[in-house]
């Protein structure tokens, strides 16, 4: 795993990703169940996975790929969102967010949408 300048899982973070992983929210527990193992588009998903000073909810490093789940609490972090967003991408890292609700109500289009994107991304990186 290569990041441009992030230090992947830094060991400051073993417990709270822990934690993270223990806590999972419904939504979180609904996606990670489609996602792992290889569940969608045979690409390998991680839970809780560090980047620099970040936790990712779900990230893919074939793709270069962090899925966010958005609960009600991201109404008020909007701005920290979007830093954290530009960051990610600093490194290399494309961000795809969806609300928790989209996840429990719409599963089938969250995987779809995720399978476009990890096809685009694959085309982007496959063109000389």
Same mark, same amino acid.
């Given at each position: 795993?290569?990041?441009?300048? !992030?230090?992947?899982?830094?060991?400051?973070?073993?417990?709270?990703?822990?934690?993270?992983?223990?806590?999972?929210?419904?939504?979180?527990? +609904?996606?990670?169940? !489609?996602?792992?193992? /290889?569940? +969608?588009?045979?690409?390998?998903?991680?839970? %809780? %996975?560090?980047?620099?000073?970040?936790?990712?909810?779900?990230?893919?490093?074939?793709?270069?790929?962090? +899925?966010?789940?958005?609960?009600?609490?991201?109404?008020?972090?909007?701005?920290?969102? !979007? %830093? /954290?967003?530009?960051?990610?991408?600093?490194?290399?890292?494309?961000? +795809?967010?969806?609300?928790?609700? %989209?996840?429990?109500?719409?599963?089938?289009?969250?995987?779809?949408?995720?399978?476009?994107?990890?096809?685009?991304?694959?085309?982007?990186?496959?063109?000389?």
């Amino acid at each position: 795993m290569q990041y441009k300048s !992030a230090k992947a899982n830094p060991s400051d973070q073993k417990d709270q990703r822990k934690g993270l992983r223990h806590r999972m929210t419904h939504a979180e527990v +609904v996606l990670w169940l !489609a996602l792992k193992n /290889r569940g +969608v588009g045979g690409y390998k998903f991680r839970r %809780q %996975q560090g980047i620099g000073p970040y936790i990712l909810d779900f990230y893919c490093p074939e793709l270069h790929l962090c +899925v966010e789940l958005d609960g009600s609490s991201h109404e008020y972090k909007s701005d920290y969102d !979007a %830093q /954290r967003t530009k960051y990610l991408n600093n490194q290399g890292i494309r961000v +795809v967010r969806f609300k928790n609700e %989209q996840v429990i109500t719409c599963l089938e289009g969250v995987i779809a949408d995720i399978l476009r994107i990890g096809k685009e991304i694959k085309t982007l990186t496959s063109t000389p």
